[in-house]
């Protein structure tokens, strides 16, 4: 199989797909007392393997990550995506410039040069998923239901291990 920066080129297709549509997402990170999780935008970009964010260094999440940084991220829309994976600061100007958007100029009331800007990126390390519009499960699922078989849910949903 093929490989793109040490990824599976069918998974990271896999991961691309489920999330491509999904506006935001809720980024987990671990402050002291204990989970939070907080919603951002996701990239309009594709997935590569790397997922990326803008915030700013005034913020808690800034000082979680920095003290943490092991994160998860959850998408919710036509599937249910968990992403576990490493976050890292980045602080670039022309990956801030090739990111930025008009939105970003709306929701943190700033441009991408404004110093207190960042880049976090994750690199994925698992994926696990279920796909609420798998006709062929849900059909089988409700079959063994009104067989008195009960609800499987030993098969609902599927997990990417990303080797790299």
Known sequence: MANIAGYNLEEVAKLRELIKDIDTAMLTTNSEEGLVSRPM???EIEFDGDLWFFTKRDTDKYDELLHDSEVNVAYAGKSYVSVRG???II?????????????????????????NVILIKITAE???YWETGNFAKNVINMVNRMAGNGYDTTNINE???FDK
């Open 91 to 115: 602080d670039n100007i022309e990956k801030k410039r090739e990111l930025w958007n008009a939105a970003y100029e709306k929701i943190m009331q700033t441009s991408y040069d404004d110093p």
């Open 126 to 128: 698992a994926a696990e």
């Open 159 to 161: 997990t990417i291990e």
């Open 41 to 43: 935008k996701t990239q």
């Open 86 to 88: 490493k976050a890292q």
